[in-house]
């Protein structure tokens, strides 16, 4: 099974391209398992036709860790695509990044990696310095990492600590960058910042992503473009 890590700073689109590229591969034929790690809990919205998952926290706010089964908190959506969201505490209550060390805990004990998948993508928050949302690349659990990225100053800022933390955990697996995804409203502008960015890190440039209404009408709808 490869799995991957979608990271990039809040708001960059990392749960659109993370759910569009779960319907692709879907639809050509592979069994995915979608893994929302966002405390928003909205990665697996457009595959679940505008519904939740119960998030993991949340289920353990009234069971024990022990007690919850697969089927708890897993749902399938679009094309048989396994959707699992982490969720988050609530405001001002606790640690986010607790929740993603607990999830590959409860996954790993209900033998969720041992299911017949070809790749597992997990959605992952990366504008926050915290080492729970560093734990796909720092236990060695994701294969490879992409980063989703724009021109904006913060968004490039986002990406070269994400790097910086790749780096720093690479001696723990074999964990590599996969690559930058450019994510851009105006490419013409934004473009040769990124361009800029990725030759300095020496990092791979991937094809654009450019903005479409047709992703926000798609979004609207709950669904992927695809669909």
Known sequence: MRQIGIYGKGGIGKSTVSSNLSA????LGHRILQVGC???ADSTRNLLGGKHPKPILELLKDKDREDLRREDYTSTGFNGIDCIEVGGPEPGIGCAGRGVVLLFDVLTENDVFAQQY??????????VVCGGFAVPMRTGRADEIYI????EPMALYAANNI????????????VRLGGLIPNLKMPEIDLPF????AQSIGAPLLPTVVWDPDV???ERKAQTVLQ
């Open 163 to 174: 790097c910086k933390g790749l780096v720093r955990f690479a001696r723990n697996g074999p």
């Open 38 to 40: 966002d405390p928003k």
């Open 216 to 218: 926000k009408q798609a």
């Open 118 to 127: 070809d790749l597992a993508l997990y959605d992952v928050l990366g504008d």
């Open 148 to 151: 989703v990225v724009s021109g």
């Open 24 to 27: 692709a591969l879907a639809v």
């Open 194 to 197: 990124v361009e800029h960015f």
